[in-house]
Protein backbone atom coordinates (compact mmCIF):
# COMPACT_ATOMS: atom_id res chain seq x y z
CA UNK A 1 0.00 0.00 0.00
CA UNK A 2 0.88 3.46 -0.83
CA UNK A 3 -0.06 4.69 2.26
CA UNK A 4 2.87 6.54 3.56
CA UNK A 5 3.60 8.26 0.12
CA UNK A 6 -0.23 9.54 -0.16
CA UNK A 7 0.22 10.93 3.27
CA UNK A 8 3.09 13.00 3.30
CA UNK A 9 2.27 14.07 -0.30
CA UNK A 10 -0.70 15.18 1.43
CA UNK A 11 1.33 17.04 4.11
CA UNK A 12 -0.18 15.37 7.40
CA UNK A 13 1.00 13.29 10.29
CA UNK A 14 0.37 10.05 11.40
CA UNK A 15 -1.65 11.26 14.02
CA UNK A 16 -3.50 13.60 11.46
CA UNK A 17 -4.61 11.10 9.15
CA UNK A 18 -5.23 8.25 12.24
CA UNK A 19 -7.44 11.47 13.73
CA UNK A 20 -9.26 12.39 10.05
CA UNK A 21 -9.60 8.65 9.07
CA UNK A 22 -10.95 7.48 12.52
CA UNK A 23 -8.26 4.70 13.10
CA UNK A 24 -5.80 3.94 15.34
CA UNK A 25 -2.10 6.09 15.18
CA UNK A 26 -0.78 2.51 15.25
CA UNK A 27 -3.03 1.15 12.85
CA UNK A 28 -1.45 3.74 10.06
CA UNK A 29 2.13 2.56 11.71
CA UNK A 30 1.26 -1.08 11.17
CA UNK A 31 0.08 -0.36 7.66
CA UNK A 32 2.89 2.04 6.63
CA UNK A 33 5.39 -0.27 7.91
CA UNK A 34 4.06 -3.43 6.25
CA UNK A 35 3.42 -5.24 9.62
CA UNK A 36 -0.67 -5.43 8.69
CA UNK A 37 -2.92 -5.42 6.10
CA UNK A 38 -5.55 -3.20 6.21
CA UNK A 39 -9.24 -3.95 5.42
CA UNK A 40 -11.72 -2.41 2.91
CA UNK A 41 -13.01 -0.34 5.13
CA UNK A 42 -10.16 0.94 6.42
CA UNK A 43 -8.85 1.54 3.26
CA UNK A 44 -11.73 3.90 2.36
CA UNK A 45 -11.29 5.42 5.25
CA UNK A 46 -7.83 5.98 4.44
CA UNK A 47 -8.88 7.54 0.65
CA UNK A 48 -11.11 9.69 2.20
CA UNK A 49 -9.41 11.38 4.41
CA UNK A 50 -6.38 11.50 2.06
CA UNK A 51 -9.04 12.71 -0.86
CA UNK A 52 -8.14 10.47 -3.04
CA UNK A 53 -9.13 7.08 -4.78
CA UNK A 54 -8.42 3.49 -3.38
CA UNK A 55 -6.45 2.77 -6.62
CA UNK A 56 -3.99 5.47 -5.89
CA UNK A 57 -3.22 4.00 -2.25
CA UNK A 58 -3.14 1.09 -3.66
CA UNK A 59 -1.08 1.54 -7.07
CA UNK A 60 0.36 4.63 -6.60
CA UNK A 61 -2.59 5.74 -9.90
CA UNK A 62 -6.04 6.02 -10.52
CA UNK A 63 -7.10 3.44 -13.38
CA UNK A 64 -11.18 4.62 -13.08
CA UNK A 65 -10.36 6.37 -15.90
CA UNK A 66 -13.76 8.46 -14.51
CA UNK A 67 -13.15 11.23 -17.22
CA UNK A 68 -11.41 10.09 -19.86
CA UNK A 69 -9.27 8.06 -21.56
CA UNK A 70 -6.21 9.29 -19.83
CA UNK A 71 -4.83 7.74 -17.15
CA UNK A 72 -4.73 9.82 -14.25
CA UNK A 73 -1.87 9.90 -11.81
CA UNK A 74 -1.94 11.74 -7.76
Same mark, same amino acid.
Given at each position: MKLQEARIAAGLTQEELAARSHRSVSMVQS?? &????? $???? /????????????? &????? $???? /?????????TR
Amino acid at each position: MKLQEARIAAGLTQEELAARSHRSVSMVQSIE &NGRRD $GSTK /TLMAFAEALGTTP &NVLLY $GVDH /TNRTSGKEVTR
